[in-house]
């Protein structure tokens, strides 16, 4: 079972996930609306797997997942955007992403992309 936490400041993102991912193979341990929030429960929950949006108020996707990576370069960090601009993509997988799965999505793709990114 992998700890999975959700992070998008978007409510019905979050909440698609939620209900996407209850394949038995992931348990929530918690969701944010911020890369601060993030980071904080974070280092709280230590999840597994990180669902990532990359557009957030207060700190973008893309300084989350380095900091996040910096604490912990095992984590699988899966990117969730609306961005469907290649070049924001690769620079999340560089600085340490998983996987890149865009908006909007399907639960089939979700839970595909999920299923991928742990078998690497």
Do not use: W
Not at 30 to 55: C, N, Q, W, Y
Not at 73 to 79: D, G, H, N, S, Y
Not at 98 to 119: H, I, R, T, W, Y
């Amino acid at each position: 079972m992998y700890k999975l936490m959700i992070v998008d400041d978007s409510n019905i993102i979050r909440n698609r996930i939620q209900r996407a991912y209850d394949s038995g193979k992931f348990t929530l341990v918690a969701t944010a609306t911020s890369g601060v929030a993030a980071l904080e429960k974070f280092s709280i929950h230590r999840p597994d797997v990180i669902t990532m949006d990359l557009t957030m108020p207060q700190m973008d996707g893309l300084e989350c997942i380095e900091k996040i990576i910096a604490q912990d370069p095992e984590v699988r960090i899966l990117v969730v955007s609306a961005l469907s601009d290649k070049a924001t993509g690769i620079e999340a997988l560089s600085l340490g992403a998983s996987g890149f799965l865009c908006k909007p999505f399907s639960e089939e793709e979700l839970v595909d992309a999920l299923e991928e990114l742990m078998q690497d």
